[in-house]
């Protein structure tokens, strides 16, 4: 798989824990379960992002993929 490729897969997985996190509040409220949870969702986009970062000296594309506490309601 080349850089290119890896890169898009990585967004992708990104953009699904987004959404994972949008459909878990509207699923759960404002719980501290449902805080809980976001944390933990928050923390792999975070370990995602960080490989895309230390990937980018390979020519990776890197984009914002950062959840923050915003998302909570």
Same mark, same amino acid.
């Given at each position: 798989? /080349?850089?290119?490729?890896?890169?898009?897969?990585?967004?992708?997985?990104?953009?699904?824990? %987004? *959404?994972?996190?949008?459909?878990?509040?509207?699923?759960?409220?404002?719980?501290? *379960?449902?805080?809980?949870? %976001?944390?933990? @969702?928050?923390?792999?986009? /975070?370990? @995602?992002? /960080?490989?895309? @970062?230390?990937?980018?000296? *390979?020519?990776?594309?890197?984009?914002?993929?950062?959840?923050?506490?915003? %998302?909570?309601?």
């Amino acid at each position: 798989m /080349d850089n290119a490729q890896r890169s898009v897969l990585l967004n992708k997985a990104v953009d699904l824990l %987004h *959404e994972a996190d949008v459909l878990l509040q509207q699923a759960m409220g404002a719980g501290e *379960e449902c805080y809980c949870i %976001h944390n933990a @969702i928050e923390c792999a986009a /975070d370990d @995602i992002t /960080d490989v895309i @970062i230390n990937c980018d000296s *390979e020519g990776l594309d890197r984009k914002s993929t950062r959840l923050n506490s915003s %998302h909570v309601k």
